[in-house]
């Protein structure tokens, strides 16, 4: 099914001062916001709960590494651009550090493979994570609010990952360089 990317002029009312407000922020609406728009309560609901995951315990870059593990386990080849992206342009983290997680290698940071391993568990078994993994998090440095907040970076990123399978969201041109291609069922 089609699914059509909005821009500011012809999106629904509703949407259009949030794709107004994206376009400030990015420099463009990315078109997966564009498809948002056709519901402008999950656009809404999709930009609070990222300004939300912002204002979790986790640094900056931990955000972002915890966002491409979970895309990258949803086999989400928009949002794994995107965030890999970010990740080495904007946060400037080393290369080797993204391209383990992209490709499911061990992270060559033991705290940051520990994130990143908790995060890739805790989608494979829809919350059902073994005690001794759950404790390895925790002993790598992390809290039990960090363990909250994986969950709410998981629904963060099941809304855009999830409406990327549905609409096969076209990467856009600032994201190219980082384009992967999944299997798929």
């Known amino acids: ?4 990317i909005y821009n500011i002029e012809n999106a629904p009312e509703d949407a259009k001062p949030l794709l107004k407000a994206a376009k400030e922020n990015f420099g463009f609406v990315p078109n997966l916001l564009g498809e948002f728009a056709e519901a402008p309560a999950v656009l809404e609901g999709y930009l609070k709960l990222n300004e939300i995951v912002g ?3 986790f640094s900056p870059v931990e955000q972002q590494l915890a966002i491409l593990a979970v ?4 086999k989400c080849h928009y949002c794994s651009a995107i965030h890999s992206t ?3 342009n904007q946060l400037n983290v080393d290369e080797a550090i993204v391209n383990a997680v992209r490709n499911g290698d061990p992270v060559p940071d033991e705290k940051l493979n520990a994130l990143v391993t908790y995060v890739t568990k805790v989608v494979t078994s829809r919350g ?3 005690e001794e993994d759950l404790q390895a998090f925790i002993d790598a440095g992390y ?5 909250l907040e994986v969950n709410l970076i998981i629904a ?4 855009s990952n ?3 399978h549905l609409a096969n969201t076209p990467l856009d041109e600032a994201f190219e360089p980082e384009k992967l291609e999944f299997e798929t069922a």
Do not use: C, R, W
């Not at 809290?143 to 363990?147: A, G, I, L, R, T």
């Open 1 to 4: 099914m089609n699914f059509p």
């Open 55 to 57: 204002k979790t315990d």
């Open 71 to 74: 895309s990258i386990e949803n």
């Open 86 to 88: 970010i990740l080495k």
């Open 128 to 130: 059902f994570v073994d």
């Open 143 to 147: 809290s039990k609010q960090n363990v």
């Open 156 to 159: 963060l990123k099941t809304i």
């Open 162 to 164: 999830y409406t990327n």
